[in-house]
């Protein structure tokens, strides 16, 4: 999908289209066969972003709609709803134990803060796991180097957003939808946007190929354009 991005061809625009909207459908039943919530939850945010986003065209927005009323109405059937909600986000535990649901994240991100509050300057090293990587980096490495690492992860996004409607380029639109899918990663893991291993690659090469475009003057600028 990323490469029909970077290597736009006008002349078969129709047939770009066609494999991007193949290629998304494939890409979201593989993220709902890996049964991963926070990325699910991330799709779906990104999903009503450009619903709700005035560049989306009427046919993509048209399409997330008519997705989604498909998948309400697959709903109705038992089988698909025990699947998804029963199977998927809920992960087959029970509704009355909010610490369960999330997979013990509560008491994580509770005992990560408390400790946190104990070693403000400095951390407290890496003593423990936190599925939260907000909170994670602050229980481990304090305040000023945990609020630099925060900055630092997100700012990617943060560049992506600033410089939007400066650069004309999708690739810019796509970094940024990454970008924000793996900070929403990170509430819910220890590494996002960092890791683990390549995991959140793409982002970041994304950032780097666009900082080098930037670099080279290979975009246009809409200020000099009106100039």
């Given at each position: 999908m990323i490469l029909l991005y970077l290597s736009p061809a006008p002349k078969y625009k129709k047939l770009?289209?066609?494999?991007?909207?193949?290629?998304?459908?494939?890409?979201?039943?593989?993220?709902?066969?890996?049964?991963?919530?926070?990325?699910?939850?991330?799709v779906l945010v990104t999903l009503a972003i450009f619903l709700f986003q005035r560049n989306t065209s009427n046919g993509f927005k048209l399409v997330i709609v008519l997705g989604a009323f498909a998948l309400l109405i697959a709903m109705q059937n038992e089988a698909v709803y025990d699947k998804l909600v029963n199977g998927i986000l809920l992960g087959g535990r029970e509704t009355n134990d909010v610490n369960d649901l999330t997979s013990g994240r509560l008491v994580q991100i509770a005992r990560g803060w408390e400790l946190f509050k104990q070693n403000?300057?400095?951390?407290?090293?890496?003593?423990?796991?936190?599925?939260?990587?907000?909170?994670?980096?602050?229980?481990?490495?304090?305040a000023p180097l945990g609020l630099c690492l925060m900055i630092l992860g997100c700012y990617p996004f943060i560049w992506g957003v600033y410089n939007y409607k400066r650069i004309k380029s999708p690739v810019c639109m796509v970094m940024i939808l990454c970008a924000m899918m793996?900070?929403?990663?990170?509430?819910?893991?220890?590494n996002a946007p960092f890791g683990p291993g390549t995991r959140c690659y793409i982002s970041w090469f994304l950032f780097g190929y666009l900082r080098v475009q930037q670099a080279n003057g290979c975009f246009v600028e809409e200020s000099h354009e009106k100039n």
């Open positions: 770009q289209i066609f494999f991007r909207v193949l290629l998304a459908a494939f890409f979201f039943y593989v993220i709902v066969g890996m049964r991963c919530r926070s990325m699910l939850f991330a403000l300057l400095f951390g407290t090293g890496d003593t423990g796991t936190v599925d939260c990587f907000f909170i994670s980096v602050l229980m481990q490495y304090g793996y900070i929403i990663g990170g509430i819910f893991e220890e």
